[in-house]
């Protein structure tokens, strides 16, 4: 789950099968009780429907909370990070940042970083989408050094200049659970 109605899709599965969830969480449900191996089914059945999938490996769980920190960070906390990236992950998850970024590299094929800057440049073409905040306003938001680090940051990723990018017409994004 990466957005507020995930959240409601989720509740609404989990209400159909009269389970009581004590949280619902971006990528994470903790339920009042264990359910069954058949509830469990009928439960992954109807989320799979939705586009979503039950992850229960430890390793796939970290990388959803990989995951889910930077796209709450990039996309709902304005990039408002304190620390460093690594730093935040490690506390965040009670683990070495080394071991997370090997993990992430290993399953994912990419490593944070480059995961933490297609999010990122996701959240600008949203912003140029938008056409209120210019390129300078976007790059402080984002927490860019300076503008010309965002344009050839979002020129490697895209092929195209942000300037080019907001003129298009036909502007394609990814949803976030593609990238």
């Known amino acids: 789950m990466v957005c507020r109605r995930c959240k409601v899709a989720v509740l609404s599965e989990l209400d159909k099968l009269e389970l009581k969830p004590l949280a619902v969480e971006l990528g994470e449900v903790e339920l009042s009780a264990p ?78 970083e480059q995961y933490f800057i297609s999010q990122k440049i996701e959240k600008v073409k949203e912003l ?24 050839r940051q979002f020129k490697k990723v895209t092929g195209l200049t942000p300037t080019f990018f907001r003129n298009l017409k036909d502007r394609k994004r990814k949803q976030i659970e593609d990238l």
Request: no cysteine; hydrophobic share 40%.
């Open 128 to 151: 140029l989408m938008y056409n209120e905040l210019s390129l300078s306003e976007i790059a402080y938001q984002l927490n860019y050094s300076s503008v010309s680090h965002l344009s």
């Open 35 to 112: 359910i069954s191996e058949e509830e469990k089914q009928v439960l992954s059945k109807g989320l799979y429907a939705l586009g979503f999938e039950l992850i229960d490996d430890k390793k796939s769980k970290v990388i959803e909370k990989i995951k889910n920190l930077i796209i709450d960070i990039v996309h709902y906390k304005d990039n408002d990070l304190k620390t460093n990236l690594s730093h935040f992950l490690a506390d965040n998850l009670g683990q070495e940042y080394s071991a997370l970024s090997n993990l992430f590299s290993v399953v994912e094929g990419m490593t944070i």
